[in-house]
């Protein structure tokens, strides 16, 4: 049969994001990468409501549960497709092969009930039902449930060893280990520190004179082998990273909701825009954050992109995190850690930040700008756009000239998106700013909080000269009128 996509409803064709998105989003402490890879696909409008509708499913126990044993088996399976193309002789192949097929048919036996009334879990679970309906199937279960008494004794014994631990005796759960630490035990020997290590695989020789000992019976794990072997698929051990990425998220919900942060499913609109109420930046739940504060975001039609600027610690990577996160969540069919959105059409997520703010060491500036070429190529009007202090590594005057030219080009292709910059005088461009709210009766208190503002840095200076009571009119309470020529000085 072909096994359907819990992930996809239909083909999607977008470009994968780059695991970098990932890492600079900080959303790596949450989701293996290899999940990551596994999803970095960003859905389009028929793939995310699905997915949306598949996630809210899953919030309820049952639902969960099911998919954690069914991810539980699709490991299982994984590992037994692993010994199984790996086989060093027939003997392995054919038993590998049984013990293959009975763990698939336990997993189509699950997942045949995964029904729960959205379109991803329906289809996949109505695909398994008629897969198990097939006169072809009902042959091979038969076929097995008479193999298993046998290949029960074949892995008892060791013969058939893929992650079994050797035990003393059919139906014994004590092992040759816990033997010997009990007599260990009573002779006061103390018990030694273990070191775990996967089984080993018996040498080809022995199991073909273990299938020379019963050759019957391994002549019928062969012709099952020959007669049921187009009835597996590889393609089966594919939805352990589906159903692994689903529980992983799941995980990451509940941590988000353990800190009182509320989820969201946001709302598809026409057009372009973002438009998030208390959007929050997750990822400091990493550091055991417990006051994370929230802000709106608004990317419209008219002002789809943004410098941001402030103090320094004032909250503004965090902000362009707490965005990123926010979209790159949109595009996974995920909720939203936030109290409301309401967003349009992304086609992808591109970040740019400094090397020495990611985890592989800092960057040179061939390097970073490298990265900004790379961007440039692969954008597309749709996509969002985040930039950290972008050609930091360069001289003031190089990053001057370099930061006009890309937020002027990023700026005339209207793509959605924010610039952090500490760069002046760039008002020029007609490009709106977003700066770092700061507490005016405490000049060392960040409120971490982004608003739009009107002008660049005139704000900054303002807010300096009045804590300095420096203003012109602080200055002319001490000292007197100033004439015009002193004001300005």
């Given at each position: 049969m072909g096994y359907?996509?819990?992930?996809?409803?239909?083909?999607?064709?977008?470009?994968?994001?780059?695991?970098?998105?990932?890492?600079?989003?900080?959303?790596?402490?949450?989701?293996?990468?290899?999940?990551?890879?596994?999803?970095?696909?960003p859905c389009e409008r028929d793939n995310l409501l699905p997915r949306q509708k598949l996630f809210a499913s899953l919030f309820r126990p049952e639902a969960r549960a099911c998919f954690a044993e069914l991810y539980t088996l699709s490991t299982e399976l994984a590992a037994l497709h692993d010994t199984y193309v790996s086989a060093r002789c027939d003997a392995e192949r054919h038993a590998a092969f049984a013990a293959?097929?009975?763990?698939?048919?336990?997993?189509?036996?699950?997942?045949?009930?995964?029904?729960?009334?959205?379109?991803?879990?329906?289809?996949?679970?109505?695909?398994?039902?008629?897969?198990?309906?097939?006169?072809?199937?009902?042959?091979?279960?038969?076929?097995?449930?008479?193999?298993?008494?046998?290949?029960?004794?074949?892995?008892?014994?060791?013969?058939?060893?893929?992650?079994?631990?050797?035990?003393?005796?059919?139906?014994?759960?004590?092992?040759?280990?816990?033997?010997?630490?009990?007599?260990?035990?009573?002779?006061?020997?103390?018990?030694?520190?273990?070191?775990?290590?996967?089984?080993?695989?018996?040498?080809?020789?022995?199991?073909?004179?273990?299938?020379?000992?019963?050759?019957?019976?391994?002549?019928?794990?062969?012709?099952?082998?020959?007669?049921?072997?187009?009835?597996?698929?590889?393609?089966?051990?594919?939805?352990?990273?589906?159903?692994?990425?689903?529980?992983?998220?799941?995980?990451?919900f509940d941590r988000i909701r353990e800190a009182d942060i509320p989820l969201t499913f946001p709302t598809l609109c026409e057009g372009r825009g973002i438009t998030v109420t208390e959007a929050y930046d997750v990822s400091l739940l990493a550091k055991n954050e417990t006051n994370i504060i929230p802000n709106d975001v608004a990317f419209t039609e008219e002002e789809p992109f943004f410098f941001l600027t402030g103090a320094n610690g004032g909250g503004k990577t965090t902000y362009l995190r707490t965005v990123g996160i926010a979209a790159v969540l949109f595009l996974l069919g995920c909720p939203l850690p936030c109290r409301a959105a309401e967003i349009g059409e992304i086609s992808s997520v591109f970040t740019h930040f400094p090397r020495d703010e990611r985890f592989d060491g800092s960057g040179r500036f061939v390097e970073e700008n490298g990265r900004v070429k790379d961007i440039l190529n692969a954008m597309d009007d749709r996509s969002l756009i985040?930039?950290?202090?972008?050609?930091?590594?360069?001289?003031?005057?190089?990053?001057?000239?370099?930061?006009?030219?890309?937020?002027?080009?990023?700026?005339?292709?209207?793509?959605?998106?924010?610039?952090?910059?500490?760069?002046?005088?760039?008002?020029?461009?007609?490009?709106?700013?977003?700066?770092?709210?700061?507490?005016?009766?405490d000049a060392n208190r960040r409120t971490y909080k982004i608003a739009r503002q009107k002008s660049t840095g005139g704000s900054f200076a303002r807010d300096i000269l009045e804590r300095l009571e420096l203003t012109r009119e602080a200055l002319e309470r001490r000292f007197g009128p100033l004439s015009d020529e002193e004001g300005d000085r």
């Open positions: 359907p996509s819990l992930l996809y409803l239909t083909q999607p064709t977008r470009k994968p994001m780059a695991l970098s998105v990932f890492e600079d989003l900080q959303l790596l402490h949450f989701m293996p990468r290899s999940v990551a890879k596994a999803v970095r696909i293959l097929m009975d763990a698939e048919r336990r997993f189509g036996a699950l997942a045949s009930g995964a029904c729960f009334g959205d379109p991803l879990s329906d289809r996949f679970a109505m695909a398994f039902a008629a897969e198990r309906k097939g006169s072809r199937y009902s042959a091979m279960s038969e076929s097995l449930d008479q193999l298993l008494p046998f290949l029960d004794e074949v892995g008892e014994n060791a013969l058939l060893t893929h992650k079994e631990t050797v035990r003393m005796a059919r139906g014994s759960q004590a092992t040759y280990l816990d033997r010997i630490l009990a007599c260990a035990k009573t002779l006061g020997v103390e018990k030694p520190r273990i070191r775990r290590t996967e089984p080993r695989r018996l040498s080809p020789d022995l199991l073909a004179a273990a299938a020379a000992l019963r050759p019957a019976e391994f002549r019928r794990l062969q012709a099952f082998y020959e007669a049921y072997r187009p009835l597996y698929s590889e393609a089966v051990t594919y939805y352990r990273k589906e159903l692994q990425f689903y529980l992983v998220m799941l995980d990451f985040l930039l950290n202090e972008t050609y930091s590594t360069t001289s003031e005057e190089n990053a001057v000239l370099m930061t006009e030219k890309l937020a002027a080009e990023l700026h005339e292709k209207a793509v959605l998106g924010l610039y952090i910059t500490h760069q002046h005088g760039l008002n020029e461009l007609g490009i709106p700013y977003l700066n770092v709210l700061i507490d005016r009766s």
